[in-house]
């Protein structure tokens, strides 16, 4: 007996690895990613991700607990322009306000100077 084959049409749909950045996009580090692009198939992206997470938040507080609350936003887990399903989580309103908040704080806080670091730079003047 011979075991069905598995035509083309029945790959996989989500074809990991096939992200594909805009032709002559240009990245900017101006402190805000405000005007970061989001891809022309965001909008799918989005779903995708509160699908995977079953449309519950995926924060997690400090104890540990995730909030599970009904979720309808999608956040980039790193900021910038790295919108991959890895990079991307699903969170409640609250829980978006609050990492947005905290980012913000942060972005506004001086950077506190790291300990002395004993690497160091080889081309460095
Ligand atoms: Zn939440």
Same mark, same amino acid.
């Given at each position: 007996m011979r075991s069905p084959a598995i035509g083309p049409g029945l790959r996989d749909p989500e074809r990991p690895g096939g992200v594909r950045l805009p032709r002559g996009s240009v990245v900017t580090w @101006?402190?805000?990613?405000?005007?970061a692009r989001l891809p022309h198939d965001w909008a799918l992206r989005r779903v995708r991700v509160l699908r995977r997470a079953g449309y519950k938040c995926e924060a997690r507080f400090s104890t540990g607990?995730?909030?599970?609350?009904p979720a309808n936003q999608v956040d980039h887990?790193?900021?910038? @322009?790295?919108?991959s399903p890895e990079n991307l989580q699903a969170l409640c309103v609250y829980c978006h306000g609050q990492k947005t908040a905290g980012e913000a704080a942060q972005a506004r806080r001086p950077r506190p100077r790291r300990e002395r670091e004993s690497e160091r730079h080889p081309g460095s003047l």
């Open positions: @101006d402190g805000s990613d405000r005007r607990e995730r909030c599970g609350a887990i790193v900021r910038g @322009d790295d919108h």
